[in-house]
């Protein structure tokens, strides 16, 4: 009977000891498992710092977009000459583009470069201060033609001035011919630039008369007037025109 007390007295304790060794292995797994978890966390601020860099790489791209260069404003020259409501193109020499060389009927009546200019200009018919008459016969008149060569790749053909120096310009007139029967017109298009450098230049007034001419009197002279409100030493006039374009006298004022 002792023997078997002593036997389950044995038996108690290396129960005991048992449990008390499992119950350690699993204290001691635990911090193991807690101790991941500081890893993944410290992972999330790494991950949440690349957009932070990403961000700051694209501001310099949005700043360097706004300095981009762009075509210098135009401002009045303070100290431009009023021209007081006179014509300061009056008596001025001027430049133009290419005048047409009319050749006979093996071209077709078109540009021949070794015939003289249908309507040659000497530089100061159009300042002359005489208006021609009615009739595209008359002395005086200077033509461009949409089929010469320096037009046809310009698109436009043009006269410019030099007016000696800067004035406040209110308004430039063209007086031109249309005379339907020989194909004569009025420009179909006329564009006003001025200048104070003869570099940079500016377009001050346009006027689209395409659509307009049929309304204008044939066999008749017209002052075709563009309003600015500019200054200028430079003064370039450019016409359009689908056959013959007449101008005459130009003013300035």
């Known amino acids: 009977m002792k023997k078997l007390s002593l ?23 635990a911090p193991e498992a807690s101790s991941t978890a500081p890893a993944t966390s410290s992972e999330a601020p790494a991950a949440s710092s690349e957009p932070e860099a990403e961000s700051s790489e694209e501001a310099p791209a949005e700043s360097s977009e706004e300095e981009v260069s762009t075509e210098p404003e135009y ?54 201060g005489q208006i021609p008459l009615n009739d595209y016969r008359e002395a005086g008149w200077m033509a461009f033609n949409q089929s010469t060569p320096a037009q046809t790749e310009r698109g436009y053909g043009y006269v410019q001035f030099d007016l000696g120096q800067s004035y406040e310009i209110s308004e430039v007139t063209i007086h031109s011919l249309k005379e339907t029967s020989p194909g004569i017109t009025c420009p179909h298009t006329i564009e006003i630039l001025v200048s104070e450098d003869n570099e940079t230049w500016y377009s001050a007034a346009t006027l689209s008369l395409m659509n307009e001419l049929e309304g204008y009197e044939d066999n008749t002279v017209h002052a075709l007037v563009a309003e600015m ?23 300035i004022k």
């Open 7 to 29: 036997l389950l007295a044995l038996l108690m304790i290396f129960t005991c000891c048992a449990l008390a060794s499992c119950s350690e292995e699993e204290t001691s797994s």
């Open 75 to 128: 401002v009045k020259n303070p100290d431009a000459i009023s021209t007081e409501g006179n014509n300061v193109a009056a008596g001025k020499e001027y430049t133009i583009s290419e005048q047409f060389r009319m050749g006979g009927a093996d071209v077709g009546w078109g540009w021949d470069e070794n015939a003289a200019p249908s309507y040659p200009d000497d530089g100061f018919e159009l300042t002359d």
């Open 229 to 251: 409100d500019v200054t200028g030493r430079y003064v370039e006039i450019r016409v359009t025109s689908h056959t013959w374009g007449f101008m005459g006298e130009i003013e």
